[in-house]
């Protein structure tokens, strides 16, 4: 089955709270819907872990204790290995969905759209690449 985005802010559940991050997440479509059933299942929070080990998702019951977040590093290979052993600190249980590719870079992008080719991000970055880049004169203007 080939891979969906999942869009920013599909996921919700009032008045948990479930925050993705701020890019494309790829996955089968039935993430979102695992994550709804996960907060209504007594899991007080759930992490989507990203492979290049940040994370895609944070899911939690109570909104207070993404307090945790202040001190846990952003855009590292660890993130979410130390968000989740925050949350865990402060006693909250923590569920991990499926861990997911996300898109950070041009890179990213490249190894990703060819295993969704026929979804929009596939089409976009095509006609990103198709735009003929100008050499770059350092602003020499030469």
Do not use: Y
């Not at 952003?74 to 925050?86: F, G, I, K, R, V």
């Amino acid at each position: 089955m080939a891979k969906a985005p999942i869009p920013r802010f599909a996921v919700s559940c009032t008045p948990d709270v479930v925050s993705c991050a701020p890019k494309a997440v790829f996955g089968t479509p039935d993430v979102v819907s695992r994550t709804d059933v996960a907060l209504t299942h007594h899991v007080d929070a759930l992490l989507g872990r990203a492979t290049d080990g940040g994370w895609w998702a944070l899911g939690l019951r109570d909104p207070a204790h993404a307090d945790v977040l202040t001190d846990v590093p952003m855009s590292t290979s660890e993130t979410s290995e130390h968000t989740s052993l925050a949350l865990q600190a402060r006693g909250v249980h923590v569920a991990d969905l499926p861990s997911l590719s996300d898109v950070d870079t041009m890179a990213d992008a490249r190894r990703i759209a060819p295993g969704i080719p026929d979804s929009r991000f596939a089409g976009v970055l095509d006609d990103l690449l198709a735009v003929p880049v100008a050499p770059n004169d350092n602003g020499r203007g030469t």
